[in-house]
């Protein structure tokens, strides 16, 4: 079962569950944004009976996806930053996350069609590079377990021994 150090099991996967959701039904709301904010004239309409339930389901999965990324920061983040692990990756999620926070309760509340225009667009270009950015994260996250494995490995411990060390350090 994968986990996350300091975490109940079940935590990784609602974990990946909120942000598979909302990166989902973010690139499915994409032609919405080119056909209504840019004005594009699009080769197909998307149907807009799925309007509500796209926009539902993404509110809901970002609404979870933040309180799993408070919990984040009580132990993953802060631990990740006393041990100067990928912090570079680290931070720029964690900004790009508080911008789209705040750039999507500006698609609710902003009045001004240009700065609705503004926060969707950035929504959007955010809510994509986040999509690389935890990618990028993952890999490095990874390399640096391979890396810590590799090490012990020519300690005569196991790999798991090592991993169990390293979460008790935490």
Known sequence: MKRLNGYPGWF??????SMTLCAATGLAMYP???EFKLEWELPMALNGQWRLPLVSTHALSAAVLLMLLGALWQVHMRAGW?????????????????LLMLTGVGLYYLSAESAQLAASLAHSVL???????FTW???QGHRVRMQKIHHAGSKHRSP???LRQH???E
Request: net charge positive; no cysteine; aromatic share 16%.
């Open 160 to 162: 798991r021994q090592v």
């Open 82 to 98: 006393r041990k100067k692990e990928n912090r570079f990756s680290g931070i720029f999620m964690a900004f790009s996350i508080v």
């Open 127 to 133: 809510g994509l590079s986040l999509v690389g950015l």
């Open 32 to 34: 919405w944004v080119l």
């Open 12 to 17: 990784f996967y609602l974990l990946m569950l």
């Open 167 to 169: 979460s008790l350090a």
């Open 137 to 139: 994260h993952w890999i």
